[in-house]
Every structure is written in structure tokens, then in C-alpha cells.
């Protein structure tokens, strides 16, 4: 057998030869192949000479150090498997060091013999940002996807996570249970009670009861399910028709600022949750499509929700959003934008020793697929910085350009799509009474909002550099995206903040 190394950033790939001879025919053959490292996804796939004057078949399988992970018989050429993901046929799990075996399979081997290249890809564990949809509902509830279809939109989407919330129920996660390839499954429920809505996401089990009535009693219950491990987040709380009325104390993770598309009711949770930010609190913000059924505005990913996570596993994606590395945009190809300070990054506390070690706080804005967007810098003293990011062309030019990104299946431009929606939310606000967008209560030392800076976007990229102040709370990032003929901007992207450290001024 022959093996050659290749390295390539965080994958190791090998390629083994195994020379099969008629005499092993139907034999079972291993190739081995060491792992010693933290390997979180293998991938094989494996050619041989199959046409000629008799027939080759020679069929594939994996062992590790422990047992047969998996057989795929001939009916594959490529396979995966990962901790949580893998190709049908095969499990998933913690990829062990040790010794590892490609299985093959000699059904039938032609007189001459054959070689079998098998090419085996191990990619390290690496952190990275990861894009799903923190609300949805199917069958389980009032929605009508089924658990399959709901992933086969996900998928379609181009997510690769989603959180199934539904109503009162946890059944939609055992459904949910055997690996898909592409997607993580975080296992939710949806507190829904007369009073108000919350998502548990990770152990959605831990939630004993929703039939809640009163303030008193949600605390305790909400304290309990945190208590035993889930992650709570107070949904839509400003929605006209299903507030959270049931207190804003401390029992809570997140707050869902960001509900379906960019309305009303988001303005409202953004400008709270600013609120709380500027008194020191320090809650994570979230957003979810609440999908139930197909809209035309309602659809998974609308927001999505990117997540830093260190593995490709939900615990990965769980302790992502615990620490608040979270950034939303309006779709999953929207912009998307990051915040960095040296090694700190979103949802991060840069501690008070580091701030006085530089007179100041360097932020490092990346800002991707901005299409006409204006971006604000957010402290708790207000609106820091504001950057307009062109699009290359004149400012009359705008609008069309920004059509050109419809695509040609006479899919909605996201300006239409929004001025149609903002105008069908228009009625149901009057229908319903209305209800006041509340202005962001900024703080007394409040700095003058700043002029736009114009910054132009090469190949969809920007990366700005702004010198923040040490005496500062916190930094966030929002982008804006104004439509023409309704006079409003809706939301395209919003980043949870880097909080800096000791600053209780
Ligand atoms: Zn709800």
C-alpha cells in the first residue's frame, strides 16, 4: 500500500493506493490510516478501473478504532462523516484518535487485478461563523411544514443550522433526531402562554411548564429551566399582537430583537435592548423568522442569524450564542458585517487592564454585501460613526442597480419586498391602534450624531478602522438600508456588541 500527505490549511488529506489481486476476490480488505489530533469531519471517496472486459466491483466501508462506523456497499463513490453530521449509511460521533480503516470490499475483481485510490480528507476542528434560523414552526404545532420539508427549506436557504420552536411542545426535536448532512438541529420549544413568548433553545425539556399567568411566577419557572440548562430568549416582545407581559427582571439570556421581516415591532425591541445596553446590562441578542407556513415574507432565514462557533456541533453553536457571538441580517445573503479588536471579537469583554494598556479601543470593521447600506457605530452614548457604503455607481443609478440583484427568476428585489411589506404592517398598525416606535432613550452625555462618511465597497468588502474610547460600554454595528417612496430605513444587518470592560461611568 502507498500512501502520499498533503496539507492544506486546516485539512490533512491522504491518498492511499491498494493494489486488490484476483486471488483476494471476495475478501474484505482494510486500508488504515492514522488520526492523532482534533479531527472534527472525515472524508473519503475512492476510484477504481470499474468498465474493462469483466466487470470490477469493489464496495467501501469505514472502521475506527473501536467498531464498523459505517458501509456503503457500492452504491457510493464519496462519503462523510462529522460529529453530529454524516452521509446516510453512516454515524456520526466524536472522531477518535487511533487508528482508523478504510474497508473495501472484493466482490468481483477482473484477472488482471485492480488499484483501488482511495483519498481520505480530515479537517480539523476550526471556529467559524455559521448561518440558521433561531425560529420556526411545523406540524408539531401550528405550522405546516413537516420536520423534512422545514430542512429541505432550511437547506434551500443555504442555512446551516435551525432551531424547531415549537408551541409548548418538544416532540418536533425527536423527529428531528437523525443526522441530516448539511444542517444542526438545535432542539427548542417555544414558551407560549397567554402573557408573552420565549424560545428555550439546547434543552428545551427543561422548560416543565408554560400555563404561566403572572410575572412571579415565570421568573420561577424561567429561573428553573436556566437553572437546568436552557438558554432562554424573550420573543417578539414588542409585537402588538403577543407582547411579553410578563417583566423584563433577570430571568433571561437573550431577547429576540429581531422577529420575521425587519417591522415595526423589531425598531422597537432594537431601541430597548439599547436602552438596557446603556445601563451595563448585557443581554444577547437574537432574531428568528418565526416561519410557520409558506409566505411571501416570511421565509427561514429572514433574519438569519450568524453564529460563531468553535466545532461544527450544536454545543459549538449553543456556547456561540451564550456568548453572545451573534450577528443578524435580513437574509442569508445579506450583509453581514464583523467587529473585531485585536484578539476580542463579538460578544466578547475586553477587560479594564487591557483598555489602559492602549489609550483607546482599535475596532476593525468588516462589513460584506453592503448594497447601498448606511452603517452606524453604536455606544452607550449613541451613534458614534456612520459610514455610507456605495455601490460603485452614481447615486441616481442606485435603485437599478439594486434591482440587478433580484436574480432572474422574477424573484422580489429586497426594496420592493420591504416597501410592499412596510405598507401592508402600515394598515395592521392602524387596525389594530397602532403603536409608537419607541426612539432609543440614549443616555445624557449623548454624542452628536456624525456626518456619513462616504466608503466605497471593492468586490462586496469593506474594512474600516475606527479608534473607539476606552471610556465607553460597549461597541455595536448596525446597517441600515433606506427605500426609496416609503421614507424609512429597515434593518439589513445588526451585530451583538463588544463590551469593554470597568468603564461604570
Ligand atoms: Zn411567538
Given at each position: 500500500m502507498e500512501t502520499e500527505t498533503h496539507e492544506e490549511g486546516c485539512k490533512h488529506r491522504l491518498v492511499l493506493r491498494r493494489w486488490i489481486g484476483k486471488?483476494?476476490?471476495?475478501t474484505y480488505l482494510e486500508v488504515p490510516f492514522l488520526i492523532d489530533g482534533e479531527v472534527e469531519r472525515i472524508d473519503i471517496s475512492y476510484r477504481y478501473e470499474?468498465?474493462?472486459e469483466e466487470a470490477a466491483v469493489v464496495d467501501i466501508g469505514l472502521r475506527s478504532p473501536d467498531r464498523i462506523v459505517g458501509w456503503s456497499g457500492g452504491a457510493r463513490d464519496t462519503f462523510f462523516l462529522g460529529k453530529e453530521k454524516a452521509t446516510p449509511g453512516y454515524l456520526c460521533g466524536s472522531i477518535v484518535n487511533g487508528e482508523w480503516s478504510v474497508l473495501l470490499g472484493a466482490y468481483k475483481i477482473p484477472s488482471s487485478g485492480l488499484e483501488v485510490v482511495v483519498e481520505v480528507e480530515l479537517s480539523l476542528r476550526r471556529g467559524r461563523w455559521m448561518k440558521g434560523d433561531l425560529h420556526m414552526h411545523s406540524v408539531?404545532?401550528?405550522?405546516?411544514?413537516?420536520i423534512e420539508q422545514a430542512k429541505q427549506s432550511c437547506r434551500e436557504r443555504g442555512l446551516e443550522f435551525m432551531a424547531?420552536?415549537?408551541?409548548?411542545?418538544?416532540?418536533q426535536n425527536q423527529a428531528a433526531l437523525a443526522p441530516d448532512e448539511q444542517l444542526l438541529i438545535i432542539p427548542g420549544v417555544e414558551l407560549t402562554s397567554y402573557y408573552g413568548h420565549a424560545n428555550v433553545f439546547?434543552?428545551?425539556?427543561?422548560?416543565?411548564?408554560?400555563r404561566i399567568v403572572s410575572a412571579d411566577q415565570a421568573a420561577e419557572v424561567l429561573a428553573d429551566t436556566r437553572e437546568r440548562g436552557g438558554f432562554v430568549s424573550l420573543n417578539h416582545p414588542f409585537c402588538p399582537a403577543c407582547p411579553w407581559e410578563l417583566g423584563f427582571g433577570e430571568q433571561y439570556d437573550a431577547i429576540e430583537v429581531w422577529n420575521g421581516p425587519w417591522r415595526a415591532l423589531n425598531e422597537q425591541a432594537v431601541a430597548w435592548w439599547q436602552g438596557q445596553l446603556e445601563h451595563g446590562r448585557r443581554i444577547v441578542a437574537l432574531g428568528g423568522s418565526d416561519t410557520h407556513r409558506i409566505d411571501r415574507f416570511v421565509k427561514?432565514?429572514?433574519p438569519t442569524a450568524s453564529v460563531w462557533t468553535e466545532s461544527d456541533s450544536v454545543s459549538g453553536l449553543l456556547e456561540g450564542i451564550r456568548l453572545g457571538r451573534v450577528v443578524l441580517s435580513f437574509d442569508p445573503d445579506e450583509t453581514c458585517m464583523n467587529m473585531t479588536s485585536g484578539k476580542y471579537g463579538i460578544g466578547d469583554f475586553i477587560p479594564s487592564d487591557e483598555l489602559e494598556a492602549v489609550s483607546g479601543v482599535p475596532l476593525t470593521i468588516d462589513i460584506y454585501g453592503a448594497r447601498g447600506d448606511r452603517v452606524a457605530l453604536w455606544s452607550d452614548r449613541g451613534i458614534e460613526a456612520v459610514w455610507d457604503i456605495g455601490i460603485g455607481i452614481t447615486e441616481s443609478g442606485e435603485q437599478r442597480e439594486w434591482e440587478?440583484?433580484?436574480?432572474?427568476?422574477?424573484e422580489w428585489t429586497i426594496q420592493r419586498e420591504i416597501a410592499a411589506l412596510l405598507a401592508i404592517e402600515a394598515e395592521e398598525q392602524s387596525a389594530c391602534g397602532g403603536q409608537e416606535v419607541a426612539a432609543s432613550a440614549i443616555a445624557g452625555n449623548a454624542v452628536p450624531v456624525p456626518v456619513p462618511l462616504p466608503v466605497d465597497a471593492e468586490n462586496g468588502h469593506v474594512r474600516i478602522s475606527f479608534q473607539g474610547?476606552?471610556?465607553?460600554?460597549f461597541y455595536r454595528l448596525e446597517a441600515r438600508r433606506y427605500v426609496d417612496g416609503v421614507n424609512v430605513s429597515v434593518m439589513t444587518c445588526l451585530t451583538n456588541p463588544i463590551y469593554l470592560g470597568g468603564a461604570n461611568n
Amino acid at each position: 500500500m502507498e500512501t502520499e500527505t498533503h496539507e492544506e490549511g486546516c485539512k490533512h488529506r491522504l491518498v492511499l493506493r491498494r493494489w486488490i489481486g484476483k486471488e483476494e476476490e471476495r475478501t474484505y480488505l482494510e486500508v488504515p490510516f492514522l488520526i492523532d489530533g482534533e479531527v472534527e469531519r472525515i472524508d473519503i471517496s475512492y476510484r477504481y478501473e470499474r468498465g474493462g472486459e469483466e466487470a470490477a466491483v469493489v464496495d467501501i466501508g469505514l472502521r475506527s478504532p473501536d467498531r464498523i462506523v459505517g458501509w456503503s456497499g457500492g452504491a457510493r463513490d464519496t462519503f462523510f462523516l462529522g460529529k453530529e453530521k454524516a452521509t446516510p449509511g453512516y454515524l456520526c460521533g466524536s472522531i477518535v484518535n487511533g487508528e482508523w480503516s478504510v474497508l473495501l470490499g472484493a466482490y468481483k475483481i477482473p484477472s488482471s487485478g485492480l488499484e483501488v485510490v482511495v483519498e481520505v480528507e480530515l479537517s480539523l476542528r476550526r471556529g467559524r461563523w455559521m448561518k440558521g434560523d433561531l425560529h420556526m414552526h411545523s406540524v408539531h404545532s401550528d405550522g405546516s411544514y413537516t420536520i423534512e420539508q422545514a430542512k429541505q427549506s432550511c437547506r434551500e436557504r443555504g442555512l446551516e443550522f435551525m432551531a424547531l420552536t415549537d408551541h409548548n411542545t418538544i416532540s418536533q426535536n425527536q423527529a428531528a433526531l437523525a443526522p441530516d448532512e448539511q444542517l444542526l438541529i438545535i432542539p427548542g420549544v417555544e414558551l407560549t402562554s397567554y402573557y408573552g413568548h420565549a424560545n428555550v433553545f439546547g434543552a428545551p425539556e427543561t422548560l416543565r411548564d408554560f400555563r404561566i399567568v403572572s410575572a412571579d411566577q415565570a421568573a420561577e419557572v424561567l429561573a428553573d429551566t436556566r437553572e437546568r440548562g436552557g438558554f432562554v430568549s424573550l420573543n417578539h416582545p414588542f409585537c402588538p399582537a403577543c407582547p411579553w407581559e410578563l417583566g423584563f427582571g433577570e430571568q433571561y439570556d437573550a431577547i429576540e430583537v429581531w422577529n420575521g421581516p425587519w417591522r415595526a415591532l423589531n425598531e422597537q425591541a432594537v431601541a430597548w435592548w439599547q436602552g438596557q445596553l446603556e445601563h451595563g446590562r448585557r443581554i444577547v441578542a437574537l432574531g428568528g423568522s418565526d416561519t410557520h407556513r409558506i409566505d411571501r415574507f416570511v421565509k427561514h432565514g429572514r433574519p438569519t442569524a450568524s453564529v460563531w462557533t468553535e466545532s461544527d456541533s450544536v454545543s459549538g453553536l449553543l456556547e456561540g450564542i451564550r456568548l453572545g457571538r451573534v450577528v443578524l441580517s435580513f437574509d442569508p445573503d445579506e450583509t453581514c458585517m464583523n467587529m473585531t479588536s485585536g484578539k476580542y471579537g463579538i460578544g466578547d469583554f475586553i477587560p479594564s487592564d487591557e483598555l489602559e494598556a492602549v489609550s483607546g479601543v482599535p475596532l476593525t470593521i468588516d462589513i460584506y454585501g453592503a448594497r447601498g447600506d448606511r452603517v452606524a457605530l453604536w455606544s452607550d452614548r449613541g451613534i458614534e460613526a456612520v459610514w455610507d457604503i456605495g455601490i460603485g455607481i452614481t447615486e441616481s443609478g442606485e435603485q437599478r442597480e439594486w434591482e440587478r440583484f433580484a436574480g432572474e427568476d422574477g424573484e422580489w428585489t429586497i426594496q420592493r419586498e420591504i416597501a410592499a411589506l412596510l405598507a401592508i404592517e402600515a394598515e395592521e398598525q392602524s387596525a389594530c391602534g397602532g403603536q409608537e416606535v419607541a426612539a432609543s432613550a440614549i443616555a445624557g452625555n449623548a454624542v452628536p450624531v456624525p456626518v456619513p462618511l462616504p466608503v466605497d465597497a471593492e468586490n462586496g468588502h469593506v474594512r474600516i478602522s475606527f479608534q473607539g474610547s476606552a471610556d465607553r460600554l460597549f461597541y455595536r454595528l448596525e446597517a441600515r438600508r433606506y427605500v426609496d417612496g416609503v421614507n424609512v430605513s429597515v434593518m439589513t444587518c445588526l451585530t451583538n456588541p463588544i463590551y469593554l470592560g470597568g468603564a461604570n461611568n
